[in-house]
């Protein structure tokens, strides 16, 4: 099983380019094969080539995205739905574009936003990836193994009165030395 998920996915790098530039107040010369580029990677041109893939597809957006806006994912959700891609969808978060604190550039802790997106993620991915079924006890035996004859039909777990005495130890176990607290809670991070 495979899914994928895209946050503040660029949609259309060429108009995120110049939507960019625009506030910058900075027009750039665009070279042919810089526009070749952009071509190439416009998730709408690729639109036909995702939806084959049929892999669940998570979009997330910002509502304060000025680079892609919300209404841009949500326009490629649906052009990949109506391209036939089965499950396609898409949240959308109080956040601009960049997932840390602007201008990004220094280590911090992360914004709320990003602790959010990532929460999304992994309960996203987990509900459809992850394997929840029970995994055998490694350990255990199988009730089968041992055959219902060799144990006396009267014998108690712990009885030794029914077991070979090649088996049993000489010397009794020691038990009140066992260590059977509960482990420590973690201690809670300071704020």
Do not use: C, K, N
């Not at 042919?32 to 998570?58: F, N, T, W």
């Amino acid at each position: 099983m495979s899914a994928a998920a895209a946050v503040a996915p660029v949609v259309a790098p060429a108009r995120a380019a110049r939507a960019v530039e625009r506030r910058a107040g900075r027009d750039r010369a665009w070279s042919g094969p810089a526009q070749e580029l952009a071509d190439r990677l416009d998730l709408g041109a690729l639109a036909g080539d995702i939806a084959a893939r049929d892999v669940p597809l998570l979009l997330v957006g910002g509502g304060r995205d000025r680079v892609v806006p919300a209404g841009e994912v949500t326009a490629f959700r649906d052009v990949l739905q109506r391209r036939g891609a089965g499950a396609v969808e898409t949240a959308t978060f109080r956040m601009g574009h960049a997932l840390a604190a602007e201008p990004g550039t220094e280590p911090r802790p992360p914004i709320t936003d990003a602790v959010r997106v990532d929460g999304l993620l992994t309960d996203w991915f987990r509900e459809r990836l992850a394997d929840v079924r029970a995994e055998p006890d490694q350990d255990a035996v199988p009730a089968d193994a041992v055959p219902a004859d060799a144990v006396p039909a009267d014998a108690v777990p712990g009885d030794s009165a029914h077991a070979d005495p090649e088996s049993v130890d000489a010397e009794p176990v020691d038990t009140t030395a066992v260590d059977t607290a509960p482990y420590p809670a973690p201690a809670r991070a300071a704020r």
